[in-house]
């Protein structure tokens, strides 16, 4: 699909199609639109617009972001470090992990029980391949040290 965006519309229409599958953020709405060959001044003004009309929101996509990522079995941690590479703001970024509705203990608990039966290492070895899994997914040594110590409620 080699579509030329050289027009306000063509623009415009683009952002929409993207925001009509899922949220993004403007960066990244931003980056897609001008590897369509749209340019940046065209992108520019369509995404203002489309934020003034409440149809772009950094806000929303932070939500919807956690919340998926949350679901998929991904801690604060490793959600954080995608959305910065996403290019949003540090600031944005902790206000929306401080006010997910999301018990990451729970999750942490719930990730552990489906990928390790909820067995407790039996030597270091064990603890370690379990340690190491958890933490690529994103949760804090903190509390994979008091999930594996059996002491995380």
Do not use: C, N
């Amino acid at each position: 699909m080699s579509l030329m965006l050289d027009t306000p519309v063509a623009v415009r229409r683009a952002a929409m199609d993207l925001l009509a599958r899922r949220e993004h953020g403007r960066t990244e709405l931003s980056r897609k639109l001008r590897q369509r060959g749209a340019s940046d001044e065209l992108i520019d003004s369509a995404l203002d617009r489309l934020a003034e009309e409440g149809l772009l929101s950094e806000g929303r996509y932070l939500e919807s972001f956690i919340a998926s990522r949350g679901r998929s079995g991904y801690g604060p941690l490793r959600i954080r470090e995608e959305l910065g590479q996403r290019g949003l703001p540090r600031a944005a970024i902790e206000q929306a992990l401080g006010e997910a509705a999301i018990d990451w203990s729970e999750q942490l608990r719930e990730l552990w029980q489906r990928k390790f039966a909820g067995q407790l290492p039996q030597d270091m070895k064990e603890k370690a391949k379990q340690a190491r899994f958890l933490a690529y997914r994103g949760f804090s040594q903190e509390q994979i040290g008091r999930l594996l110590r059996g002491a995380l409620d």
